[in-house]
C-alpha cells in the first residue's frame, strides 16, 4: 500500500525535512513510502487536513501552523497539550488524527548533548509554538528561570500559563530597542522594564544567560545582534538552518560560545516522527547521513 507524509508550513520549500525522511525510509526497506513538501498557511491547516485520503500517515508541521495542528486532532498527548503546540500529527488506524510535539524532546536532546544542565537561565527569542516547545525543554532540563524576549507584551502574557502549567519561572522582556538600558548602565544592557511593569528586574543582556534559544523568523534578530552583550559561556540554539551561519550564530561563535544549529534539532524531532509516522525504530545514522550531505 501506498504510504504518504509530508511536512506542512509556509514558507517550506527550503525545508529538509523530506530529505531526512526518505532517507529513513531507504534504510529502513520501506517501500512504497512518499514524503514531500506543501505550502499551507495556519488558516489553511484544517482545510489540508481535512482532505487528506487514507493513504497518509502524518504530517510534520512546522511554522505558522503549530498551534493550527492542535485544533484538528482528535487526540492530543499531554506533551502537546501542555504546550498548546503540535509539530507533529498522526493518522491512527480508524481515521483519526493524533497531535504530539516531538520539539520538546528533540531540544532536550541536542541542549543536553551541547552540555545544558540543570539550574541554567535561559532566554528565549520570540513567542510562538517553537518558544512554547523552548519552556517545556527548559522545564525538562530544570532551568532555574526563562526570560523570553517578545515584541509584544500580549505575547508573552500567552506564554504565562504555560510557564505555570510546567512550574517554570517566567521574565517577559520588550524587544524593541526603546526597551534597552535606560538606566545609565550598558548601553548593550537589556532593559527589563521594557517588558511588562510587572516584570522588572535587574538590567541583562539577552545574550548574557547559560542558554540563549532563539524561535524567530529568518532576519528577525539581524538588526539587534550586534548591540547584544555577549558571554563566551552561553549555549547558543538557533531553531533556524537556512541561511547558516544566522548573523545570530555567526556573532555568537565570534564571542567563542557554543553554538547549536536547527539542524540538530531537525534531525532529533524526525526521528521521532518517522517512528511514530512508520511504526518501526528510525535509521538515525542514515538519516543524519542525509541531511548533512544535501547541507554540503
Same mark, same amino acid.
Given at each position: 500500500?501506498?504510504?504518504?507524509?509530508?511536512?506542512?508550513?509556509?514558507?517550506?520549500?527550503?525545508?529538509?525535512?523530506?530529505?531526512?525522511?526518505?532517507?529513513?525510509?531507504?534504510?529502513?526497506?520501506?517501500?512504497?513510502?512518499?514524503?514531500?513538501?506543501?505550502?499551507?498557511?495556519?488558516?489553511?491547516?484544517?482545510?489540508?487536513?481535512?482532505?487528506?485520503?487514507?493513504?497518509?500517515?502524518?504530517?510534520?508541521?512546522?511554522?505558522?501552523?503549530?498551534?493550527?495542528?492542535?485544533?484538528?486532532?482528535?487526540?492530543?498527548?499531554?506533551?502537546?497539550?501542555?504546550?498548546?503546540?503540535?509539530?507533529?500529527?498522526?493518522?491512527?488506524?480508524?481515521?483519526?488524527?493524533?497531535?504530539?510535539?516531538?520539539?520538546?524532546?528533540?531540544?532536550?536532546?541536542?541542549?543536553?548533548?551541547?552540555?545544558?544542565?540543570?539550574?541554567?537561565?535561559?532566554?528565549?527569542?520570540?513567542?510562538?509554538?517553537?518558544?512554547?516547545?523552548?519552556?517545556?525543554?527548559?522545564?525538562?532540563?530544570?532551568?532555574?528561570?526563562?526570560?523570553?524576549?517578545?515584541?509584544? *507584551? &500580549? =505575547?508573552?502574557? #500567552?506564554?504565562?500559563? %504555560?510557564?505555570?502549567? @510546567? /512550574? $517554570?519561572? !517566567?521574565?517577559? +522582556?520588550?524587544?524593541?530597542?526603546?526597551?534597552?538600558?535606560?538606566?545609565?548602565?550598558?548601553?548593550?544592557?537589556?532593559?527589563?522594564?521594557?517588558?511588562?511593569?510587572?516584570?522588572?528586574?535587574?538590567?541583562?543582556?539577552?545574550?548574557?544567560?547559560?542558554?540563549?534559544?532563539?524561535?524567530?523568523?529568518?532576519?528577525?534578530?539581524?538588526?539587534?545582534?550586534?548591540?547584544?552583550?555577549?558571554?563566551?559561556?552561553?549555549?547558543?540554539?538557533?531553531?533556524?538552518?537556512?541561511?547558516?551561519?544566522?548573523?545570530?550564530? *555567526? &556573532? =555568537?561563535?565570534? #564571542?567563542?560560545?557554543? %553554538?547549536?544549529?536547527? @539542524? /540538530? $534539532?531537525? !534531525?532529533?524531532? +524526525?526521528?521521532?516522527?518517522?517512528?511514530?509516522?512508520?511504526?518501526?525504530?528510525?535509521?538515525?545514522?542514515?538519516?543524519?547521513?542525509?541531511?548533512?550531505?544535501?547541507?554540503?
Amino acid at each position: 500500500m501506498v504510504r504518504r507524509a509530508a511536512v506542512v508550513g509556509k514558507p517550506i520549500a527550503h525545508s529538509l525535512s523530506p530529505v531526512i525522511h526518505t532517507a529513513g525510509y531507504v534504510a529502513a526497506g520501506l517501500t512504497g513510502w512518499s514524503y514531500t513538501r506543501i505550502e499551507c498557511a495556519e488558516s489553511e491547516v484544517a482545510g489540508l487536513v481535512g482532505g487528506l485520503g487514507p493513504e497518509w500517515a502524518g504530517l510534520s508541521v512546522t511554522m505558522p501552523g503549530k498551534e493550527a495542528a492542535l485544533a484538528v486532532a482528535d487526540e492530543v498527548s499531554p506533551l502537546a497539550a501542555a504546550v498548546g503546540a503540535a509539530n507533529t500529527l498522526v493518522r491512527r488506524p480508524d481515521g483519526s488524527w493524533y497531535a504530539d510535539n516531538t520539539d520538546v524532546t528533540g531540544m532536550v536532546e541536542v541542549l543536553t548533548a551541547a552540555g545544558v544542565r540543570a539550574g541554567a537561565t535561559v532566554t528565549v527569542l520570540g513567542a510562538g509554538g517553537t518558544a512554547r516547545a523552548a519552556l517545556a525543554a527548559a522545564a525538562r532540563l530544570g532551568a532555574a528561570g526563562v526570560t523570553v524576549v517578545a515584541r509584544r *507584551a &500580549a =505575547a508573552v502574557d #500567552a506564554l504565562r500559563p %504555560v510557564a505555570a502549567a @510546567l /512550574d $517554570l519561572p !517566567l521574565t517577559g +522582556a520588550g524587544w524593541d530597542p526603546a526597551g534597552w538600558d535606560r538606566t545609565g548602565g550598558d548601553p548593550a544592557g537589556w532593559d527589563r522594564t521594557g517588558g511588562d511593569p510587572a516584570d522588572r528586574g535587574p538590567t541583562a543582556g539577552p545574550a548574557d544567560c547559560d542558554v540563549l534559544v532563539s524561535t524567530v523568523p529568518k532576519g528577525v534578530a539581524d538588526p539587534l545582534v550586534s548591540r547584544w552583550r555577549w558571554r563566551s559561556s552561553t549555549v547558543v540554539f538557533d531553531a533556524l538552518y537556512d541561511p547558516w551561519p544566522t548573523p545570530l550564530a *555567526a &556573532a =555568537a561563535q565570534a #564571542a567563542g560560545c557554543r %553554538v547549536v544549529s536547527g @539542524l /540538530d $534539532l531537525l !534531525l532529533a524531532q +524526525a526521528v521521532g516522527q518517522f517512528e511514530q509516522f512508520t511504526g518501526v525504530p528510525a535509521p538515525v545514522p542514515a538519516m543524519r547521513a542525509a541531511l548533512l550531505a544535501a547541507r554540503r
